[in-house]
């Protein structure tokens, strides 16, 4: 005796949180399985294994039905095929759009083409991440990019508008957004140490006070690209990374300007670095190379 | 007359990309009623269109508005080719023509292709203007309104009960026309969509002109099917209870005094007028005639058995005739087994052939099977049999009885079928209960005449209701009610079945009483039902089925809830033989020992213990035949696939502990090769009936050691079993003392020992608890391999899991605290045999009953997360559309209820009352509230209760009433309160219910789902900001926990197709199929937004028909679902809407304190 077919469709639709992460993770069918066996929900349930495939498919197919409408939230919040409570549909959403840090560790500051897409067998390889997982968070960075790229008005309110994301998330991609349109190099030795967290931060800094729309609120890309005369005056900081003696001086004036003012003094006089060493500006390609700014920022935002 | 419709098409989104090059879609759309096309201008290069279209006016005789449904097309505009239609939408009008529905139908409506399924929305606004129509001779029925809902509606209140309405429409299926060759699927597709709404619609103007005709304005318990005949046309049909409804306004509720004194009831005991206004020839209302026909109980029933014994060598030899002939099953509301008798066979045997032994003599043909003779009852006879039952059997107010009898009859003398769709009732409608009725006949389509013409089903089913009206008789019951009609059909041969419930039914309450929904009877508070009767000038005949006692002041049965238990049947002369006893409760009146019945359990019955779904499966081959010999293998196979059915019923009941059955459904499905059978109930044990036996395990009579041994294992086994289920079900029946009340019953316990000792094989078993043999054990004979096999599968039925409860009826017998969380669902199974040939047919039998246990067993498992919950109404559909396949759909609601509120609940009303409650458990600050129906009534009430209420809550929308005693109501009516958690949640909900107020079909999420209620203060504020999506629930109950319909917006009666060429491409059937059945909610749940209601009541999938060719990457499937669109309110809600809860209603605040601890 064969199911030739087996369905099960609710009135509200039902998710399996735990299924949902297997899918997202890009787990097939039988892979699922197997892992739900192993987490004792049948011993729990009292469920039989087939019963467990049989629901992993229901589920499954839901979500493969739901992908389309996660594609663009607003979608999904509008449509009437799947009646879905508010709170799930924004763990759908969000959970659809987190991506691993590994994973981003590996692709942030890359351009989003289909060329480093055919290489995320390796990124897969490396990072141990599925590569269905890896497309699905490439395709998503790629989706925001493409979406937001052109937009005016605030990066992260953009983002949190087109694809309703929480404050957090939206500023995780925000700072990929960021990244990958200015191609900085994340990938190199010297900056292994530093998690995404950390650019993701930074890149806030970044939008927020040396961007377009720290100077101008209301023009195109105003998040995304760089004042074009903060860089210059940048160039100008060149001298500090040639010239030992600047430096020092640098770090006594900023010293004497801030002692007193911030609690964590010692310890960030211990750690003074420049807050940016710039390599070289190379024309439209603006590759900064930077140390531990998040340390400089944090008591800058205090 | 004619009437206006106006259409306005205002936007449309998320349309499909049309156009590749630019991928977006130059859309406009097509507005069509009747004959006259409308079209909107094109909308340009955009996915999300904004047409804000004019009024589109069409000017049409009312009889079209009912006929015709609004179809909606929207087209992508091509300037070179032919515009490419993106998707359709139907709509049905008929809502909108009732004086007292929505005003306008305006909401997003998905747009639906047949090939491509949903693609995008639209946003239409429809409205009608009519004129009324006075004219006699017209041919429209605008106004009568009708309800999927199988029990007087809420907030209506029923003046009249007029019966039974049918109507049947023939065409011609657009699928089998010649055109059919060269059209499109598409619009093959479409074409018969089209006609299907087409003939729903006028099947239901047809229907609703013959209940104007009786006087009526509703019909109840609305069933429409249609029957796919193929080549031999197509069929829809429809079966109702014509009503005359009254909306019940707040005053009439609220300014109902609270209560009536028992002595003006009894004061209009005498039956003094007549019921039936109308008088009518039918003689038999008086006593004189019944003497005349009188004749000598022992003699008929002698004759019956004798039709039995000598039928043992009657098999058929012959073919007949007519293959078509009817089949008629009884199913006695007693067991067929009820001795130890060694010969196994012909127990079998025996059975079914008295069960032929009741062919009624009305019957035009001979069934091959019945080629015997049979006991002819006629009318007359029965008359007097009934009569003389009454006479005979009420040994105190006996002759009352007996003319109430007769005038009961001559009350539905003029019907010509007594026949209610109703499954529920008011209180005190439903006087006695007989058992359930059946009749089934196989017909050949290739044989009508006129294919056509609906003649030839009309007789068809005339016959066939012929039969169950006379069985009902044969039961001493005049009328049937929960009746319900349905096909199967393979080829031409198809199987016609009807089966309901022989009841006595309260005439007065018929021709003009004041049955009221049941909420508003709580609303009223009255004690019992009788008070509504009696302060409208009226007195229930109720009263005088139950014995003297209750005359003389003692304790009422009906407020005990036994007397529909009580035999209608004269119990010299009984129908089938059947176990006798006087009723556990009120010891006056005979019960039988099981009691099978089609109907929900009534509200006034007393129940021990919880429900729990019995099914019996069964499966059985025949030969791949046509014709003639087709019909007659089928016809000889249906007598014992019933009987077969009936036993299996019967032990797993007595597994349970559990003597009565209630919503039995029997289905049986025809196939190629297949005989499939699937019965399917609520069992439940009653107060009044007596225990159930147990069941006993005899083995060959020469039998060795080891075999006795096995025996008795299997013995220990079943009694463990039943051990276990008792306490699973907390079936704890109170002791009933025999000397105390002194009763006749000539059985001890001694005595059932003794038996059982003596028909045991092994000492072990002999020390159980042998509480539940106070009468003769079943008795299973162990004679051969069939009988293991049989025992195996009775114990091989795994038990539901822990936490969950499983039934068919409406609601849970025992379970009487609900939350508003509820999951409706549908899940569809296709399973394919292999080599059925090779399968013996125990396999077969075991391969879908397995199938049947594991598609619950996944119920089970994807529901976990509502534990603690209850399946209700889990209704199964069993179709085999091809040789090898079989195909289960399963359409039921999970409820969770209050785990602890359940226990301390069940403690209090065990024994006596059935309360339907919804509690909010929320510990801290409470406060109860009294409201009535309406939010403005003044009657609503308000304390405070600073501990936690231990009373029995009771939720406002529930149908349930409690059937208290006098002395207890107090109690019980005073807790209908419902409450709210904090003066915060109050205030908030306030606040909720006047944002709602504003505009209906843009309601924002948080405001109309309960659902989402629960959930919206740990929700993230970004999601649902903009959403625009009217939360809309889903039940196939008549009601909502939780909440309360405040109105109904008319009928939803839908028909999708289905069809891809495309199948691997759409996940194979399971994605096809999965896609499908949510477009078909969204489809249904856009359609009650549009109306502005929150939910889909009494919903119903009635077809679900899946056909595939994998080879061709095809597959197609049809569904037709409906139910009730209505509003509703949580009842949190209702009562923060309610202004003023604190001035008054402190009426009720004395009762309450009874409560008040």
Not at chain 2, 485 to 513: F, H, R, Y
């Given at each position: 005796?064969?199911?030739e ?35 004792g929900?049948?011993?729990q349930?009292?469920?039989?294994p087939d019963?467990l ?8 197919r ?5 992908e ?7 979608k ?25 840090e ?65 404050d ?8 990929v ?23 993701a ?12 729309g ?10 995304v690209?760089?004042d074009r005369e903060?860089?210059?005056d940048?160039?100008d ?14 770090k ?16 960030m ?8 060493s ?24 205090s | ?6 259409v ?28 006259t ?16 279209s ?17 179809q909606?097309?929207?087209l992508?505009h ?20 009732s ?19 949903i ?13 009324n ?20 509606p ?11 309405v ?10 089998y ?35 104007l005709?009786m ?20 069929v ?18 609220s ?12 004061k209009?005991?005498p039956?003094?007028e ?6 009518h ?10 003497q005349?026909y009188?004749f000598?109980?022992?003699k008929?029933?002698s004759?019956?058995s ?34 130890s ?19 009624p003599?009305?019957?035009?043909y ?11 009852f006629?009318e ?17 107010g ?12 001559s ?24 058992g359930?009725?059946?009749a ?46 349905s ?8 199987i ?29 508070r ?28 003692l ?45 929900e ?34 016809s ?14 019967m ?37 009044a ?8 395990i ?25 051990i ?16 105390l ?15 059982r000792?003596q ?12 509480s539940?043999?106070?009468k003769?054990a ?15 599968s ?7 899991p ?16 609900w939350?508003?969380?509820l999951q409706m669902f ?10 059925v040939?090779?399968?013996t047919?125990?396999g ?25 919950c ?9 179709a085999?559309?091809e ?6 759909a ?18 209090a ?52 009433v ?18 709210c958690?904090s ?6 909900q306030?606040a ?8 209906k079909?843009?309601?924002?999420l ?9 959930h ?15 939360v ?6 008549s009601?909502?926990?939780g ?6 917006l ?5 028909f999708?197709?289905r ?20 477009e ?24 679900c ?26 009842d ?15 009426q009720?605040g ?8």
């Amino acid at each position: 005796m064969a199911v030739e077919l087996d369905v099960f469709v609710g009135n509200t639709t039902l998710i399996d949180k735990d299924v949902y992460q297997l899918w997202l993770d890009g787990y097939s069918v039988s892979d699922a399985v197997s892992i739900r066996i192993q987490s004792g929900i049948l011993e729990q349930s009292g469920a039989t294994p087939d019963v467990l495939e049989s629901d992993t498919m229901d589920h499954y197919r839901a979500f493969q039905m739901l992908e389309r409408l996660l594609h663009s939230p607003p979608k999904l919040i509008n449509q009437l095929l799947f009646q879905i409570p508010p709170p799930m549909q924004s763990m759908l959403i969000e959970k659809y759009y987190t991506f691993d840090e590994p994973f981003v560790r590996e692709v942030l500051g890359k351009k989003l083409s289909k060329g480093t897409k055919k290489d995320l067998d390796d990124v897969s390889a490396k990072t141990g991440i599925t590569l269905k997982s890896c497309r699905r968070q490439f395709d998503n960075f790629k989706r925001v990019f493409k979406v937001v790229e052109e937009m005016k008005g605030p990066l992260v309110g953009n983002i949190q508008q087109n694809f309703l994301l929480s404050d957090r998330l939206a500023g995780d991609y925000a700072a990929v957004v960021f990244f990958a349109n200015n191609r900085f190099e994340t990938g190199k030795k010297k900056l292994q140490y530093l998690t995404f967290e950390d650019f993701a931060s930074c890149a806030e800094q970044l939008i927020q006070n040396w961007t377009l729309g720290a100077v101008d609120s209301m023009v195109d890309d105003m998040d995304v690209d760089l004042d074009r005369e903060f860089l210059q005056d940048l160039k100008d900081l060149k001298v500090l990374i040639t010239d030992k003696d600047l430096l020092d001086q640098h770090k006594s004036l900023v010293c004497t300007a801030l002692r007193g003012k911030v609690s964590t003094f010692s310890e960030m006089e211990a750690n003074f670095k420049t807050p940016v060493s710039m390599g070289a500006i190379h024309g439209n390609h603006q590759k900064l190379h930077y140390e531990d700014v998040p340390r400089v920022t944090v008591p800058e935002a205090s | 007359m004619p009437g206006k419709l106006k259409v306005r098409i205002v936007a449309g989104r998320h349309l499909p990309v049309m156009d590749r090059a630019s991928d977006l879609t130059d859309a406009f759309v097509e507005v069509k009623f009747g004959n006259t096309t409308f079209k909107t201008d094109v909308f340009p290069k955009s996915l999300n269109p904004q047409w804000n279209s004019e009024w589109f006016k069409f000017e049409v005789d009312d009889e079209d508005l009912q006929d015709e449904p609004l179809q909606i097309t929207v087209l992508d505009h091509d300037t070179y080719s032919a515009n490419d239609a993106i998707g359709k939408v139907y709509i049905d009008i008929d809502p909108l023509l009732s004086n007292e529905a929505a005003a306008i139908l305006s909401g997003w409506f998905p747009i639906y292709d047949t090939i491509h399924g949903i693609r995008g929305e639209i946003n239409v606004m429809v409205k009608v203007d009519l004129f009324n129509d006075l004219n006699r001779f017209r041919q429209s029925s605008c106004g009568v309104k009708f309800f999927c809902t199988a029990s007087i509606p809420k907030c209506y209140k029923a003046v009249t009960i007029h019966g039974f309405v049918e109507e049947l429409v023939v065409n011609e299926d657009p699928e089998y026309q010649w055109i059919d060759r060269i059209r499109t699927p598409r619009a093959s597709n479409e074409a018969r969509q089209r006609l299907i709404s087409l003939m729903s619609g006028e099947l239901q103007r047809k229907i609703g002109l013959k209940v104007l005709e009786m006087g009526g304005n509703a019909v109840v318990g609305y069933l429409q099917c249609f029957d796919l005949e193929g080549e031999s046309g197509l069929v829809v049909r429809a079966i109702g209870t014509a009503c005359t409804l009254d909306k019940l306004s707040n005053t009439a509720t609220s300014l109902l005094p609270p209560c009536s004194s028992p002595s003006k009831d009894l004061k209009e005991v005498p039956f003094s007028e007549d019921p039936n206004p109308v008088t009518h020839s039918s003689g038999p209302s008086t006593p004189l005639k019944n003497q005349t026909y009188s004749f000598s109980p022992s003699k008929s029933y002698s004759r019956q058995s004798s039709s039995s014994d000598t039928d043992l060598s009657l098999t058929p030899k012959t073919a007949a005739p007519f293959p078509e002939g009817p089949r008629i099953f009884l199913f006695p509301s007693s067991p067929p087994l009820s001795s130890s008798s060694p010969f196994h066979k012909s127990t079998h045997l025996l059975r079914s052939e008295a069960l032929h032994s009741l062919t009624p003599p009305h019957s035009g043909y001979v069934s091959p099977v019945c080629l015997r003779k049979t006991v002819s009852f006629n009318e007359e006879l029965l008359l007097t049999a009934s009569g003389m039952g009454s006479g005979s059997g009420g040994k105190d107010g006996g002759p009352l009885k007996t003319l109430y009898r007769q005038q009961t009859q001559s009350a539905f003398e003029h019907r010509e079928f007594p026949f209610f769709t109703l499954t529920t009732f008011p209180p005190g409608f439903l006087v006695h209960v007989g058992g359930v009725v059946s009749a089934r006949s196989v017909k050949l389509l290739d044989r009508i005449h006129n294919p056509d013409e609906p003649e030839t089903r009309d007789a068809w089913w005339a016959e066939i209701r012929q039969e169950i009206k006379s069985h009902g008789k044969a039961l001493g019951c005049h009328a049937v009610v929960g009746y319900s009609e349905s096909t199967s059909i393979c080829e031409e041969v198809c199987i016609l079945s009807a089966s309901g419930t022989a009841a006595v039914l309260n005439p007065k309450m018929l021709q003009d009483c004041s049955m009221e929904g049941c909420s508003e009877h709580r609303l009223s508070r009255q004690p019992s039902f009788f008070s509504t009767g009696s302060e409208k000038g009226e007195f229930d005949f109720f009263l005088q089925c139950q014995d003297s006692a209750s005359i003389l002041g003692l304790d009422d049965t009906s407020s005990q809830g036994c007397s529909f238990c009580h035999i209608p049947y004269d119990e010299l002369n009984m129908p089938f033989p059947a176990h006798l006893t006087y009723c556990y409760v009120c010891r006056k009146q005979k019960v039988p020992d099981v009691l099978f019945t089609t109907i929900e359990p009534p509200l006034e019955a007393a129940v021990t213990g919880k429900g729990c779904l019995i099914q019996a499966r069964l499966c059985r081959q025949k030969k791949k035949t046509q014709g003639e010999a087709n019909a007659t293998a089928i016809s000889n196979l249906l007598p014992f696939m019933e009987y077969e059915l009936h036993t299996q019923l019967m032990n797993k009941l007595k597994l349970r502990g559990m003597n009565a059955l209630f919503g039995l459904r029997i289905q049986i499905t025809v196939g190629e090769n297949m005989l499939m059978g699937l019965a399917s109930a609520t069992g439940v044990y009653l107060t009044a009936l007596p225990s159930p036996g147990g069941i006993q395990i005899a083995g060959k009579t020469p039998s060795d050691s080891s075999y006795e041994q096995h025996i008795s294992n299997m013995q220990k086994k079943i009694n463990d079993m039943i051990i276990k289920n008792r306490e699973i079900y907390e079936i704890n029946p109170p002791e009933i003392l025999e000397e105390l009340f002194g009763s006749p019953i000539p059985e001890s316990r001694q005595r059932s020992r003794l038996f059982r000792s003596q028909s045991e094989s092994s000492d072990d078993v002999s020390e159980l608890d042998l509480s539940h043999g106070k009468k003769d054990a079943f008795v299973l004979e162990i004679d051969d391999a069939d009988a293991v096999e049989d025992i195996h599968s009775l114990l091989t039925d795994a038990p539901t899991p822990a936490g969950f409860y499983s039934c068919n009826t409406e609601t849970m017998p025992g379970i009487n605290n609900w939350t508003s969380d509820l999951q409706m669902f549908t899940s569809v199974r296709v399973f394919r045999l292999n080599n059925v040939t090779s399968l013996t047919s125990h396999g077969l039998n075991k391969a879908f009953s397995d199938l049947c246990e594991n598609l619950l067993k996944t119920l089970y498992f994807k529901l976990r997360s509502m534990v603690p919950c209850c399946l209700c109404h889990v209704n199964f559909n069993v179709a085999l559309p091809e040789d090898e396949l079989i195909q289960v759909a399963v359409t039921a609601v999970a409820i969770t209820y209050d785990k602890d509120q359940a226990q301390c609940i069940a403690k209090a009303c065990t024994d006596r009352t059935l309360l339907k409650a919804s509690t909010e458990n929320e510990d801290q600050l409470q406060f109860t509230l009294e409201l009535c129906m309406e939010s403005q009534s003044s009657q609503s009430a308000v304390h405070f209760s600073p501990s936690k209420v231990t009373g029995i809550t009771e939720s406002g929308n529930l149908q349930q009433v409690t059937p208290a005693t006098q002395r207890a109501t107090s109690v019980d009516y005073s807790s209908f309160a419902d409450r709210c958690s904090s003066w915060i949640e109050f205030i908030k909900q306030k606040a909720q219910t006047i944002r709602r107020g504003s505009i209906k079909t843009i309601v924002s999420l948080d405001k109309a789902s309960p659902l989402t209620e629960a959930h919206t203060r740990h929700r993230s504020p970004v999601s649902c900001t903009t959403s625009t999506v009217t939360v809309v629930e889903m039940t196939p109950l008549s009601f909502i926990p939780g909440a309360k319909i405040t109105k109904y917006l008319g009928i939803i009666n839908m028909f999708f197709i289905r069809e891809t060429t495309s199948l691997r491409e759409e996940g194979g059937v399971s994605g096809f199929l999965h896609a499908f059945i949510a477009e078909v909610f969204a489809m249904v749940r856009a359609h009650v937004a549009a109306l502005g209601g929150n939910a889909v009541v009494s919903y119903i999938m009635k077809q679900c028909v899946f056909m595939e060719n994998p080879n061709k990457n095809q597959a197609q499937c049809l569904i037709n679902v409906s139910g009730d669109a209505v509003n509703f309110f949580k009842d949190a809600d209702v009562e923060s809407a309610s202004s003023q809860p604190q001035t008054s209603g402190l009426q009720i605040g004395n009762g309450s304190g009874d409560v008040v601890t």
